[in-house]
């Protein structure tokens, strides 16, 4: 994980439980006799987010709706992290801070995490778009949940699923940054899969009931085409924005993309392409970035 991650090193269970006192009834000790919860249970998952976003992010009332994507903390705190380095190494080696730094969050889901976390740690502002107006509505009652964030995070339906940044960003708009975790599965067959092995890995045995124990509705765990034809779709439509948006970014889960994604950048001539390696134990993925902005607009760019 990030040098600046907060969750390195095992969970403080005693400081977790008096941030969110609900979580204690899924703490137990493992064999090891070391304290921890059921990684497969959902219910865990989402007290133990609850309780993080609570202790570190001063997020103190949060929640999700039935079977909606409730994300690793973490791992989502490590891509804040990698996009601060990206922007302090075009500022003079200083992470850039305060909200007028903005960040567009492709994908917000109804559990606003990229938002919450890069607001808490480096004071920065968002604007989260989505195609269901549902996890918008779930967005905007965290928000007026934590009345702080109010002028921070900002909310925008994508009305037409074909497009990416088409009709979100305007003309007078820039971004720092964009981020996102794009649904990796081309199929709803294919996530059930996906989620069989993780389960297995979890539980150290062979799983045949898919229990989302992340949750996540369709769209935000697969889509026609999969992982590749989202950022395909996501990199062709970034063109039209070249100095709109600083660092283009997102997630890439198989490694085995990556070719046809550097192929991709290159036929649409973007000046810099950025990968950087991330783990959380034994998931493994990498952030891709790139930028239209020459050198010398780089420097010029204000934070």
Partial sequence: MHARNLHRSRYNFSELIAANPALSRFVACNEHGIETIDFSDPHAVKELNKALLAAYYDVSDWDIPKNYLCPPVPGRADYIHNIADLLAASNNGNIPEGES???????VGANCIYPLIGNSVYGWSFVGTDIDPEALENCSDIIRRNPHLTDLISLQQQMNSRFIFKDIIQP???????????????????????????ISNLEGEKATEATLNFGGQHHELWCEGGEMAFI??????SVRY????????????????????YKLLNKVNAVSVKTIE??????????????FLSETQQTEWKF
């Fill in 242 to 261: 070249p100095k709109q948006v600083f660092w283009f970014t997102t997630l890439v889960s198989k490694f085995s993309n990556l070719k046809a994604i």
């Fill in 232 to 237: 395909t779709q996501m990199i062709y439509e």
């Fill in 101 to 107: 730094v903005g960040g567009l969050d492709i994908g």
């Fill in 172 to 198: 007078a708009d820039k971004f720092a940054f964009t981020i996102c975790n794009p649904p990796f599965h081309a199929s709803a067959e294919d996530a059930a899969k996906g989620t069989l092995r993780k």
């Fill in 278 to 291: 991330m783990s959380q134990g034994q998931k493994s993925s990498r952030m891709v970035a790139w930028t």
